[in-house]
């Protein structure tokens, strides 16, 4: 059975940090790119970043550049996603997914290029 679970979303403040992790199971992850997105309401979903499961390619979207860390751990079955500096426009609820990978992984880090998704995990960032 496919589950992609989010967790460690919350308030924080600007300036602030939160580390997201999303673990995953029930397909194989060697062949998938991994990314996070987000949606606000009334907004289509974005990619924030993604990664491929050799992490030979990350891909991070110019607004969370030099904040965001995308990375995997030794088994390869978590992908976290370390945010520094945050900023109130990063408010969202921040989704993970899974997709098979066919092309680059800047060019896989598109919502409709993903298989698999968690439902979720909400971020705030506000004084």
């Known amino acids: 059975q496919v589950q992609v679970v989010e967790s460690g979303g919350g308030l924080v403040q600007p300036g602030g940090s939160l580390r997201l992790s999303c673990a995953t199971s029930g397909f194989p992850l060697d062949h998938y790119v991994i990314g996070w997105f987000r949606q606000v309401p009334g907004k289509e979903r974005e990619g924030v970043s993604c990664t491929n499961s050799i992490r030979d390619s990350t891909y991070y979207d110019d607004s969370v550049k030099g904040r965001f860390t995308i990375s995997r751990d030794n088994a390869k079955t978590t992908v976290h996603l370390q945010m520094n500096s945050l900023k109130p426009e990063d408010t969202s609820v921040y989704f993970c997914?899974?997709?098979?990978?066919?092309?680059?992984?800047?060019?896989?880090?598109?919502?409709?290029?993903?298989?698999?998704w968690g439902k979720g995990t909400p971020v705030t960032v506000s004084s």
């Open positions: 997914a899974a997709g098979l990978q066919t092309t680059t992984v800047q060019a896989m880090c598109y919502p409709s290029k993903m298989n698999f």
